[in-house]
């Protein structure tokens, strides 16, 4: 079977807010809402330590460090048992998922997760452009949204967005039921945290600190299963196959879906020839 | 977070009693959820998750503010419109970067602040400028490119007869990384206009250029793929993971996982600083200090690389005790040079000339006696120097545990190939210079150049279009060059000429990033036409009287320099035609030409442009560029500094006889100057704080303030402050303050930062006029510069800081507004 999971080196994460902003724009993720947050885990505001400035010269007792966080997608989810109509669901391979057709915006599942992973559109969402970004349709008003591990770009053979813009290669997503995947390898070699361990949910989603990785560096959008030959404990760029980087073009004269609305500007696909 | 409650939490923490906290962190925000309403139960429903992987238009282009990233990036387009952006794979795919500014451009694109027509301050004419009319309440009015264009000649024409063609300054930022720049300089050169001397704010890699005969702003180091193989990488004064290097952050990363020991000097607690093995916690100013105290560690323990000193550097070269001066070849030898210089052998206390790049068994250190001249040499003259820096007796003043420095160097210096990353930050204090000698001659000692692993600066050198000399015709008389420093007193005071007029593209520096900003508001009033291209209404835009709408990046093609980043030139292909009236700097560039008679000198399109700087660069193939995207610049060499130093003697200067002084202080040797930092600064008392202002990972410079999603972490300007120096003041976390002293003030809110050292302030730069509730920081900062640095010292500045003003408005700030931004949409927006 396949199951699923990420791990995310928090001694590499530099906080940069790049898989934040990734993820709202690969989902279409709507303004004001976010489905993975990079916390601090310091001082109470964001890019601030705990401890305190040290006196004496020496490096003091300041700690810093960065903990991305969107849902955990956990084996024992406890927003799946208190759905009343089934709308959230774990699929085969793992992961949590909305039915967004049958969710009835009763937010049980907000208050059950312990991680506060999920987002309710409160509002008519608000993008832009109007229309949208990314890769997924808008969800409407009155839903629950959260991360999806990108399952529409799984489905496809491709690496979570999040994943692949890391640029401290501090995400890694892989299945956990394969033993020669690098999250299962990462998980066994170094110190891994689950979240809030305490309440039984087994998140997939597992805290590698104390110890740096070698992350997985990413020359390719295809997840790990889909490249022949890759080592995770070499440096990936001769591992990876060179064809990796043309499915940057697999999108090319794909069909074109219409979406409504007309807010920003549709231009002019480009003319031939130089600039005028 | 001060930034965004409920939308940023951070309950679900795994440190510190997380469950207990997370019970209350949740139950408040449902809470919080419920008083808003239940009215909006699902009542329309899409299906499932729609996908739309492999329905998109991709077009790869490029990324190119003034970062080190320079990304390559690929862009999605489905019907008509830009839905993102990711990385695009360079030809070596060890490059693939962007930051979360460059993956945030769909919120630029499309932002309201973008220009869409050509427009004329309404009150403006060719005559009567009435300058009055400019600022914050100026109007505009639509017209036609043609009607724009014939102002700017016409005016620029009749201010050539009047007063001559340097009575106009073509103004270049470095707002982009285009071609364009190059066709604005040759209509400069044929013109005859004044030019900019670009010295901006940062003057490190002049101090280090008197030591190797290289370097500028900075020097260059090696490409940051070869950063894995340092050993120990001592990043000085910068936050490289938030602003520099954040796009190749792995391969600094990797050094470390590799067992590279990462020490950060700053004052302030970074995210950088936060990888660190060692953190040292320096004063402000005070890093030429503890630099010397490394250099005295270095001595003592003799960790000193012999064999570099002796085939690299003037370390065994003579100095005269009775001139001071280095004992030259031709002193003592009938055939010898006056450039070549001279040290003994070790033993036979034979005198020999020093070639560059020779081993010989010379003597390091000692005192000679070369045909009745007196002499000791350099590295003895530097070793004496160093001697009054003893790490525990810099300790105090520098901030910084003695054996902190001691370890620090230690692993420099022991430890294998390594470096020392020093940041623009150090040269934005007036005297920065120094320091930039001081690493330089500090790493002389370590033996740290020319091998793989050695690091010399905070971001790599990169690739640039060698366009050899085409933005300066051979038939042209260029006009003077002006440092931007000096710009006001050019404006205003005609010093050392009158500047009459100025046109300004890729640059949002004169109404927003230069300094003592008042100065440069008076100094653009002073002109009688200001025009300005620019993608957004940004300050310096609305201090216009001609305003150039430039189309997004996205919109333009073009071929794209990765100065200061990674070793590829890339082709920037046009993802959708320009949107509005906007158009390509090249448009206006070679209709003014047309218009003042140079016409023929500019190819009729941007592409042959293109086509003809492309065919100057030996190592980059148009057609391979345009189809591949990226090329490899080949002949950018990996490791730096391999071959004789361009210096007289071919080495690094360990001494420097020739040195300029200032303020009385000679830089033989690195000797400590300082301005605002010292300790005894006339003012230290009415402005007790030294104010910075950082850069940070959510601007470049002015660029992307306006980005939504970026502002929803980020929404507004904030004053970083030590909670003990907020408290003193009476100020508490999230308040707003008043910052100020002699020059200007800004208002703020205050953000408790432990991570700043008590009697330092920052409040990070980039963000404009309408993000404040007052004020600016660049009201706070001054325009004084050093005559050997010539740089503009942003942070060498003091301010006060105080409560605000009760009747303070802080509506913007505070309406439930996901956009998070106050700003009002552009008044010359045009439509
Ligand atoms: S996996 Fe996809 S949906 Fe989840 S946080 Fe990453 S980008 Fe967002
Ligand atoms: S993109 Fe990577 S480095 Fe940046 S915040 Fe996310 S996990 Fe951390
Ligand atoms: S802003 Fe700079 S680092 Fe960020 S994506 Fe653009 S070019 Fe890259």
Redesign the pocket.
């Known amino acids: 079977m396949t199951n699923y999971g990420l791990v995310i080196d928090q001694e590499r994460c530099i906080g940069c807010q790049a ?1 934040a902003v ?2 709202k724009q ?2 279409n993720v709507p303004m004001g809402q976010f ?2 947050r990079v916390l601090t885990e310091g001082g109470d505001k964001i890019d601030t330590p705990s401890g305190g400035y040290p006196e004496d010269g020496g490096s003091g007792s300041l700690d810093m460090q960065y903990q991305p966080t ?2 955990q997608h956990c084996e024992n989810a406890p927003c799946v048992k208190v759905c009343p109509v089934n709308a959230t669901y774990t699929r085969d391979d793992g992961i949590v998922e909305i039915d967004y057709d049958k969710c009835i915006g009763c937010r049980y599942c907000m208050a059950a997760c312990p991680y506060n992973a999920r987002v309710f559109n409160w509002d008519e969402p608000d993008h832009m452009p109007e229309e949208g970004t990314g890769d997924v349709a808008a969800r409407p008003q009155g839903v629950v949204e959260k ?4 399952s529409h770009r799984v489905d496809e053979g491709l690496d ?4 692949v813009n890391c640029p401290a290669d501090a995400r890694i997503f892989g299945d956990l039921d394969d033993e020669g995947s690098t999250v299962s390898k990462y998980i066994n070699e170094y110190e891994t945290d689950q979240l809030l361990e305490d309440r039984g949910t087994n998140p997939k989603t597992h805290y590698i600190s104390g110890e740096m990785s070698p992350g997985r560096p990413q020359t390719s959008d295809k997840m790990e299963s889909e490249l022949d030959d890759v080592s995770p404990w070499s440096d990936g760029s001769e591992d990876v196959p060179a064809e990796a980087s043309e499915s940057d073009s697999s999108g090319s004269g794909g069909s074109h879906h219409s979406i409504e609305g007309d807010a920003a500007p549709h231009v002019p696909a480009v003319g031939s020839g130089g600039d005028d | 977070m001060t930034d965004n409650d409920g939308l940023y939490r951070r309950d679900v923490l795994k440190a510190g009693g997380a469950a207990a906290a997370l019970g209350l962190g949740g139950g408040e925000f449902l809470q919080g959820l419920a008083e808003r309403g239940d009215e909006t139960a699902a009542s329309k429903r899409d299906p499932g998750i729609e996908s739309y992987v492999g329905q998109n238009d991709v077009i790869q282009t490029v990324c190119s503010p003034n970062c080190r990233g320079k990304c390559p990036i690929d862009v999605h387009v489905r019907d008509g419109q830009v839905k993102k952006v990711e990385p695009h794979p360079p030809e070596d795919e060890q490059y693939k970067r962007a930051c979360v500014l460059g993956l945030s451009h769909t919120q630029r694109v499309y932002d309201p602040t973008r220009l869409k027509y050509p427009m004329k301050r309404t009150d403006w004419s060719p005559d009567e400028p009435n300058p009055d009319g400019r600022g914050p309440d100026a109007e505009f009015e639509r017209v036609s490119w043609d009607e724009a264009l014939d102002l700017v000649a016409d005016k620029m024409q009749s201010l050539k007869a009047d007063f001559g063609p340097e009575s106009v300054l073509f103004h270049v930022g470095f707002g982009n990384y285009g071609q364009s720049g190059q066709a604005f300089s040759r209509l400069a050169s044929l013109f005859g206009s004044t030019q900019p001397a670009s010295t901006i704010d940062t003057n490190v890699g002049r101090g280090f250029n008197r030591v190797t005969g290289t370097g500028f702003y900075l020097p260059s180091t090696n490409e940051s793929e070869d950063w894995e193989n340092a050993n120990t990488i001592i990043v000085w004064g910068s936050d490289i993971f938030s602003s520099q290097f954040q796009m190749d952050a792995s391969k600094v990363l990797d050094a470390v996982e590799n067992g590279a020991k990462l020490v950060v000097v700053d004052p302030v607690y970074t995210t950088t600083a936060s990888k660190a093995d060692l953190w040292l916690p320096v004063k402000p100013g005070k890093d030429v200090h503890l630099a010397l105290a490394m250099m005295h560690t270095v001595f003592e323990d003799g960790t000193y690389d012999e064999q570099f000193l002796r085939k690299r550097t003037t370390g065994p070269a003579l100095v005269r005790k009775d001139t001071g001066t280095l004992l030259k070849s031709s002193t003592v030898f009938e055939d010898g040079s006056d450039d070549k210089v001279v040290a003994v052998e070790q033993g036979s206390n034979t005198p020999v000339e020093l070639e560059p790049e020779t081993d010989g068994p010379y003597a390091l250190f000692g005192e000679y006696t070369v045909d009745g001249i007196e002499c000791e040499t350099a590295l003895t003259r530097l070793r004496d120097h160093v001697a009054d820096y003893a790490p525990s007796k810099v300790a105090e003043q520098t901030g910084v545990d003695a054996e902190n420095i001691r370890t620090a160097v230690r692993w420099l210096a022991t430890r294998g190939p390594g470096g020392i990353a020093p940041s623009y930050a150090l040269g934005r204090y007036k005297h920065g210079h120094i320091f930039g000698q001081t690493y330089a001659m500090l790493m002389g000692l370590t033996g740290d150049y020319g091998q793989h692993g050695n690091i010399h600066a905070h971001h790599s050198g990169g690739a640039t279009l060698s366009t050899g000399g085409w933005s300066t015709p051979e038939d042209a008389d260029p006009g003077p060059s002006v440092r931007f420093s000096d710009y006001p007193d050019a404006m205003i005071d005609g010093d050392p000429h009158k500047i009459r007029a100025a046109y300004s593209i890729e640059s949002n520096m004169m109404g927003n990033q230069f300094p003592d900003r008042q100065r440069f508001r008076e100094a653009i009033k002073s002109l009688e036409m200001y025009v300005v291209a620019d993608m957004h209404h940004t300050d310096t835009v609305q201090h216009a009287d001609i305003i150039l709408p430039v189309p997004h990046w996205f919109e333009q093609e073009d071929i794209v320099s990765s100065w200061g980043s990674h070793p590829h030139i890339s082709y920037r292909h046009k993802v959708q035609e320009p949107m509005w009236e906007a158009r390509d700097d090249y448009y206006a560039i070679r209709g003014l030409a047309e218009r003042l008679g140079f016409g023929d000198y500019f190819p009729e399109t941007k592409r042959e442009l293109l086509r003809e700087l492309a065919s100057r660069d030996d190592a980059i193939d148009f057609e391979t560029l345009s189809e591949q995207g990226t090329q490899k610049k080949q002949n950018i060499p990996i490791v730096k500094f391999t071959d004789a130093f361009p210096t007289d003697t071919g080495r690094i200067k360990m001494y420097d006889d020739d040195a300029p002084s200032e303020e009385g202080v000679t830089f033989d040797l690195p000797r400590p100057l300082e301005d605002r930092t010292a300790d005894d600064y006339e003012k230290a008392d009415e402005y007790p704080l030294m104010f910075m202002q950082k850069h940070s990972r959510f601007r470049i410079h002015s660029q992307y303030e306006m980005l939504n999603w970026v502002r929803e972490v980020n929404p507004e300007p904030q004053l970083d402050i030590h909670p003990s120096d907020a408290k003193a003041r009476g100020i508490e976390d999230g308040q707003y303050v008043r910052v100020y002293n002699d020059r200007g003030e800004m208002i703020v809110k205050a953000k408790y930062n432990e991570a700043f050292q008590p009697g330092l302030v920052n409040t990070d730069q980039g963000w404009w006029s309408r993000d404040y509730l007052k004020g600016h920081h660049n009201d706070l900062t001054h325009n004084e510069v050093s005559e050997i640095g010539q740089t503009m010292s942003f942070y060498d500045v003091r301010v006060a800081v105080e409560p605000a003003p009760d009747d303070l408005d802080t509506e913007k700030y505070e309406t439930d507004n996901p956009r998070g931004t106050g700003a009002e949409t552009s008044r010359a927006g045009g439509d």
């Open positions: 898989c990734s993820c690969e989902n489905w993975n969107a849902c991360c999806t591990f990108c979570p967005a999040c994943v």
